[in-house]
């Protein structure tokens, strides 16, 4: 069945890199799209960026010039870095599947604080 | 970007009653192939969301069929009729024919 699970660091110190890693299952990467969407506490979802199913990548200009998104097909994962965090980064990072959304990991809680 | 506008509910929402949520977009959402580009999420307490309605209309897979979307290019509304327990958590609509993909602020629905 299509599965898809975050990975990294709980806590991270401020202006530091944020490095998450989505592992998938049930899937080719090759043939849906993943995205990274985020949410601080208590507040709604942001998109963050996409890496296609053919290597592209688009990200929320917002915070394009932080992040980066890449892939390992082999391993069936998907990587997120952000550089510079600050403390509003602080939130649940999540990645999912293809423009519908339709599958969601867990979810990673990611605390930016010294 | 599109900006996604979602309304508010008058909760608590009495148990077996229905509930309508809105949600308006700055931008037509139909493409010219007749699709509209408009998902509704749910997010219940504690969990990761999961999409209830894709293309305005369709329910996705396993979802009651108690939730129904309808809309125009920029008006969009997510009913649920009889409302349950298992319904409570926060709705969210958000648009995917561009990008940078948006959400709606959430929807809050509470039972009464």
């Known amino acids: 069945q299509v599965q898809l699970k975050e990975s990294g660091p709980g806590l991270v110190q401020p202006s530091q890199t944020l490095s998450l890693t989505c592992t998938v299952s049930g899937f080719s990467l090759t043939s849906y799209n993943v995205h990274w969407v985020r949410q601080p506490p208590g507040k709604g979802l942001e998109w963050m960026g996409r890496m296609r199913y053919n290597g592209d990548t688009s990200y929320n200009s917002a915070l394009k010039s932080r992040l980066s998104i890449s892939r390992d097909t082999s391993k069936n994962q998907v990587f997120l870095k952000m550089n510079s965090l600050q403390t509003d980064d602080t939130g649940t990072y999540y990645c999912?599947?293809?423009?519908?959304?339709?599958?969601w990991g867990q979810g990673v809680m990611v605390t930016v604080s010294s | 970007d599109i900006v996604m506008t979602q309304g508010a509910l008058p909760n608590p929402v009495p148990s077996g009653e229905s509930a309508s949520i809105t949600c308006q977009s700055s931008k037509s959402l139909l493409h010219s192939n007749g699709k509209t580009y408009l998902n509704w999420y749910l997010q219940r307490p504690g969990q990761s969301p999961q999409l209830l309605i894709y293309?305005?209309?369709t329910r996705a897979s396993g979802v009651s069929d108690r939730f129904s979307g309808s809309g125009s290019g920029t008006d969009f509304t997510l009913k649920i009729s009889s409302v349950e327990a298992e319904d409570v958590g926060v709705y969210y609509c958000q648009q995917f024919l561009e990008y940078p993909r948006t959400f709606g602020a959430g929807t809050k629905l509470e039972l009464k």
């Open positions: 999912t599947r293809d423009y519908l959304f339709d599958y």
């Open positions: 293309w305005m209309s």
